[in-house]
């Protein structure tokens, strides 16, 4: 994170070279060191707190006293007592005038920014602040007792966790942008979750055509096919305690698979859908077989 961020700082600092020809009028008192903080809208100049990964301006004022220059722009971070340089480079100036963007942690805790000049006869000067970063929290959906079909169950298969809908598999074609997952019993990967765009998906889903001639409304002739990714965990978690995203932004982090296979009763299943939105489903009995049936619930963000 440190070097991307401030990449096309140090390119500008680099071009931004100032020299100073101007005689010094006798009636004009000398310039001091000095360095400042911009503050007002818009810029951090003290202690604040923001969100996790959160981008910040900090504006930079600086003056070389007179006969010198400013010869350096140091930008260095705390966290748990070891420093960290984000941001480190040479000048030639006698005023920096400076927006520097940096990024907030990205999980909760506190940090030390610290901002130092020097100039030619290497004294120097700091500002510093503590950013404290939380979590955002935002509200949840929950779904209890959704009772899912199998491939040769009347109960529909398809579901959408934007509402909490099971859909049957004509009702899914026309509304395959909401579907996020669908349920099936296969001989391999028995019960199983999967991505409407999951291939072991559409071979199973063919309104009795195949996958090489489908049915009408089979799944490799839905108009979208969402590609929700999904992250197996078989060790218990708190589920009432999951009252907000906080936890479900967490658990999502890995959920790379097209599908969550081999599911049994007491695993959970994270789940990041197409539109980015992040949950957990927890898999409360499922009757393994084609015509049988899985009993989930469903934690998703708003």
């Known amino acids: 994170m440190k070097k991307f961020a401030y990449l096309f700082a140090a390119l500008f600092l680099a071009a931004f070279t100032i020299f100073s020809s101007c005689k010094k009028d006798e009636n004009t008192p000398d310039q001091q060191f000095t360095f400042n903080l911009k503050a007002g809208p818009g810029y951090v100049s003290g202690d604040v707190t923001l969100t996790t990964g959160e981008q910040f301006k900090v504006g930079i004022n600086a003056f070389a006293s007179t006969g010198s220059t400013l010869i350096r722009f140091l930008v260095t971070r705390v966290y748990n007592d070891k420093p960290d340089v984000v941001f480190d480079t040479t000048l030639n100036l006698t005023v920096l005038n400076y927006d520097f963007f940096g990024i907030a942690l990205g999980g909760p805790g506190t940090e030390k920014w610290i901002f130092t000049i020097t100039q030619s006869d290497e004294s120097t000067l700091e500002k510093s602040f503590n950013i404290t970063t939380e979590s955002a929290v935002g509200p949840i959906f929950t779904y209890d007792q959704c009772i899912i079909g199998a ?9 959408a966790s934007s509402n909490g809908t099971i859909y049957n ?12 997952w669908l349920y099936y019993f296969g001989v391999t990967t028995f019960a199983t979750l999967a991505a409407p765009d999951n291939d072991d998906a559409a071979h199973i889903f063919t309104d009795g055509g195949s996958y090489t001639n489908p049915g009408p409304n089979a799944l490799l002739n839905w108009a979208v096919r969402n590609a929700t ?3 197996t965990i078989k060790d218990p978690l708190d589920w009432d305690a999951i009252q907000d995203d906080t936890e479900l932004i967490v658990l999502s982090q890995g959920a790379i698979e097209p599908n969550a296979p081999d599911l049994l009763s007491g695993y959970y299943v994270a789940f990041v859908t197409a539109n980015g939105k992040k949950g957990l489903i ?10 049988g049936t899985i009993d989930i619930s469903v934690k998703v963000q708003q």
């Open 151 to 159: 491939q040769q169950n009347s109960t529909g298969s398809s579901f």
């Open 169 to 180: 598999l004509a009702e899914a074609k026309n509304n395959a942008a909401m579907i996020d």
């Open 229 to 231: 990714r999904f992250r």
């Open 282 to 291: 927890r898999i409360n009995s499922i009757n393994l077989e084609e015509d």
